[in-house]
């Protein structure tokens, strides 16, 4: 059935597990990837992203010579996407890369094969790679075209927790939307091989959507608890005291309040359902625009403990502690807490500021650059700086003693130290 192995285009966060994964049932599976250096690396066996259990099972998967990784896409029976979609200018999906690995697939197909897209993406995509592809290959009859099709499509959504990836990518139930029943029921005999969750079987474009309610969902529950913040904060009481009362009903259940929300995908997927339906998507737009403010509110607070400082002007030393995305990853796409220190020094260049991570080994290009910050220890921010700033509650934080914040200017943005 994959006797001609499988593709998986896209060597990141999602493709890597799934290489680990399909190998780990004795698939053989070629990874491709537009970036040569993630090849080199992956062919000596070494993963270059950081996620708990990833190294071990790739290496083993190449020295068993299950994975194999190339920049050219092969011949194979099953080809799966996992390339990023961000959005552009005014949050306006980009299926550049979707695009492109299509393209690279299409010469490819021989008929019979399985095209699986796991990529989040906007309502009807998986139907615009069947038109790509017979616009390239007139020869073969694509589902979109009705009846019996020479090369099946579906996606598949990924929904695994940076963090967690190598537990739910085996255990989450997975949603498999076919362009048509049988393409549906061919991606899912794929997964079977290593899923234990639920396997469930709709239409491409419900599975699209299904995807990206998922995130947000997600986006607008903690566009509440940021919403919640600013209030309590104008009332002057404890945001999180708030929600740990209120979580005691049996029917609430109200997420943490933050600096804003990062990564790669809750930041970006809601945009895709308002940029479909913008008239429609009014919650769910004004959620994404609560989350993106809160950046701003954060560096409001930070000025404000500066002037209580003592230190106003250009003399302070602030530290920015957490400039991942979410606790304990080394992850720093699209971090509030990144951006947070990056205007932070921006907007005041006399003032040191000094940037802790314990998961980083040198300072991010985007502040690399910057004059005045330092990559330091937990405690040497801690000892040296007026205005302390936690950005991310990553487990090494929650060790500080209150006794070494002690005359401090202290802004929690994740109530870690209430
Ligand atoms: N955050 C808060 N308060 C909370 C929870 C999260 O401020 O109570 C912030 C985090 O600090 C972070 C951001 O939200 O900046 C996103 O973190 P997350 O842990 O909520 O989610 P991700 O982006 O790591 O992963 C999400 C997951 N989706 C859902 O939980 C619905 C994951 O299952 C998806 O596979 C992933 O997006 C994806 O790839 O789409």
Known sequence: MF?????????????????????????????VDVNAR?????NAGRVPIVEPNLDEAILEAVERGMLTAT???????????AVPTPF??????????????????????????????????PPGTTERISGWISDLRPDLKLPHMGG????????????VLPGRIMVEIFTNDRVVGGLTPECAERAAELYRTFVAG????TDATSAE????????????????????????????????????????????????????????????DPWFIVSAAPEQARLIRAARETNDARPRSVLTKISEAVAASGHEGDTVTIACLGLAFKADIDDLRESPALAITQTLAAERPGARILAVEPHVSRLPTTLAGLPNVELVTTEQAVREAQVVVLLVDHAAFRAISPGELRGRQLVDTRGLWR
């Not at 920049?71 to 996407?81: N, Q």
């Open 148 to 159: 019996i099709p020479d090369v099946h499509l579906a996606h598949c959504p990924e929904r």
């Open 209 to 268: 959507m299904a995807k990206l309610t998922e995130n947000a969902f997600r986006d607008v529950n903690i566009a509440f608890a940021n919403e919640l913040a600013e209030i309590c904060d104008h009332l002057d009481v404890d945001v999180w005291e708030v929600i740990s009362l209120a979580n005691h009903h049996p029917r609430v259940n109200i997420l943490q309040p933050g600096p804003g929300v990062g990564g790669h995908c809750i930041a970006v």
């Open 71 to 81: 920049t050219e896409v092969p011949h194979a029976s099953v080809y799966l996407i």
């Open 88 to 121: 552009r200018g005014d949050h306006e999906p980009d299926l550049r890369h979707v695009r492109a690995a299509t393209e690279a697939i299409a010469p490819r197909l021989r008929g019979g094969e399985v095209v699986i897209l796991e990529s989040t993406s």
């Open 198 to 201: 639920e396997i469930v079987i």
């Open 3 to 31: 006797d001609d192995g499988i593709a998986v285009i896209g060597l990141g966060y999602i493709g890597l597990p799934t290489c680990a994964a399909l190998t780990g049932r004795g698939l053989r599976v070629i990874g």
């Open 38 to 42: 993630t090849v080199a690396e992956i």
